[in-house]
């Protein structure tokens, strides 16, 4: 499966965005998917991800509150609303999939796909 972010921006401290990944193939429903981000000089990390049905959510205790992840497997994408965002919310954030959810919980390097990246900035 191919992706492809949209949806970033700059920001103001408080304010919200939601992100966007499409994906491309037949078979994303069957994927989980989430959402990793990369702020400079930092290791990436999971922000949040869904199972292939969107019962399942998982997120970072950094981000519980503010952050919903969501899924609408009859369009191939996934959502990332970001509300009451902080400037440490600044990074390059990357939509991933992968068949099995626990390879996303795990931040492993096997991960199947990857997006391209999308910035978040968030000015204080």
């Known amino acids: 499966v191919q992706l492809v972010e949209s949806g970033g921006g700059l920001v103001q401290a408080g304010g919200s965005l939601r992100l966007s990944c499409a994906a491309t193939?037949?078979?994303?429903?069957?994927?989980?998917m989430g959402w990793f981000r990369q702020a400079p000089g930092k290791e990436r990390e999971l922000v949040a991800a869904?199972?292939?049905?969107?019962?399942?959510?998982y997120y970072a205790d950094s981000v519980k509150g503010r952050f919903t992840i969501s899924r609408d497997n009859a369009k191939n994408t996934v959502y990332l609303q970001m509300n009451v965002l902080k400037p440490e919310d600044t990074a390059v954030y990357y939509c991933?999939?992968?068949?099995?959810?626990?390879?996303?919980?795990?931040?492993?390097?096997?991960?199947?796909?990857w997006g391209q990246g999308t910035q978040v900035t968030v000015s204080s």
């Open positions: 991933a999939a992968d068949s099995k959810v626990g390879v996303l919980l795990s931040q492993s390097a096997d991960v199947a796909s």
């Open positions: 869904i199972s292939w049905s969107g019962a399942g959510t």
């Open positions: 193939g037949r078979t994303f429903s069957r994927y989980a």
